[in-house]
């Protein structure tokens, strides 16, 4: 797969856009600008932001202090964004908890597919990641006053609005609510199509639903069979921890896999 920027949530629930009146307006319309968005993830609990693809870390603050905990982390490499352009990328991540960002250290290479950090509170009243993309690469503390007393990410090419870097990969990304923000959306030969299994055990349905009956081993693919039982050392039935399988497609939360449909929730993208 070639090195698209995609959007890195399993969900995407953008409570505020950059133009927010809640707290984003004053970002957008000060000098310099940023473009911040509020993502709220699936349902207020503490969903992932994932590497979409190498990212290296740049700046942590606030751990431990009054400060609010913010995250800078810029693209090992080039990436391709959703305006058509190739460059180098910054995300400034903020509101993670301390437990996360503790275990990230200044200079760490993150690898494509690993968790980032997960949504946090720190300084905010509710779990969910607050998120500002730039053109460039990190740019002196990584952010600055605005003339409206707003931190604002600083980069070396300039904010982003993140419709403008962010593909939006329907095989990774769930859609609950966009903003209205025109994603483009990743062409089909780009998307992810390769998943893995991250419960105990996962059941193989015959549609896409909690409705429809699960099958036996013996119903199962014979790759997944094989791996099943060098996983587990037996026969299951369903998929196991580290199970590895193609989406053929992906509707409504749930992967079609050469053996059945799966729920996308257990299972992590192999980017």
């Known amino acids: 797969m070639a090195n698209d920027l995609i959007y890195p949530f399993r969900f995407m629930r953008i409570t505020q856009r950059y133009d927010g009146k809640t ?43 009054k400060g609010v905990n913010t995250l800078w982390v810029e693209s ?22 301390d437990d996360d960002l503790r275990k990230l250290r200044v200079g760490q290479r993150l690898k494509k597919g690993s968790v980032l950090c997960r949504e ?51 095989n990774f990304t769930t859609v609950l609510d966009d903003g209205g923000l025109p994603f483009r959306t990743l062409p089909k030969a780009r998307r992810c199509s390769r998943f893995r299994v991250t ?3 996962l059941n193989v349905r015959t549609g896409p639903g909690v409705g429809y009956p699960a099958k036996p081993f013996s119903f199962l693919s014979e790759d997944a069979q094989r791996q099943i039982k060098s996983l587990a050392g037996k026969a299951c039935d369903g998929f196991v921890k580290g199970v590895v399988f193609t989406a053929l497609a992906v509707r409504d939360g749930w992967a079609k896999t050469p053996s059945g449909w799966v729920c996308q929730r257990y299972c992590e993208a192999v980017l």
Do not use: M
Request: contains cysteine.
């Open 23 to 65: 707290s984003h307006l004053p970002h957008t319309r000060g000098i310099p600008p940023d473009y911040p968005i509020d993502e709220g993830g699936e349902d207020g609990g503490r969903d992932a932001c994932y590497a979409v693809t190498d990212w290296i870390v740049r700046r942590i603050w606030g751990v431990g202090t």
């Open 199 to 201: 419960v105990p055990l």
């Open 76 to 97: 090992a490499s080039p990436v391709r964004l959703a305006d058509g352009t190739r460059d180098f990328v910054t995300l400034q991540i903020t509101h993670a908890n």
């Open 120 to 170: 946090g509170a720190d300084g905010a009243s509710g779990n969910h990641l607050h998120l500002s993309v730039g053109r460039g690469c990190f740019l002196g503390g990584g952010w600055v006053k605005n003339t409206n007393d707003k931190w604002v990410l600083t980069t070396t090419g300039g904010a982003l609005k993140p419709e403008a870097a962010f593909f939006l990969d329907p």
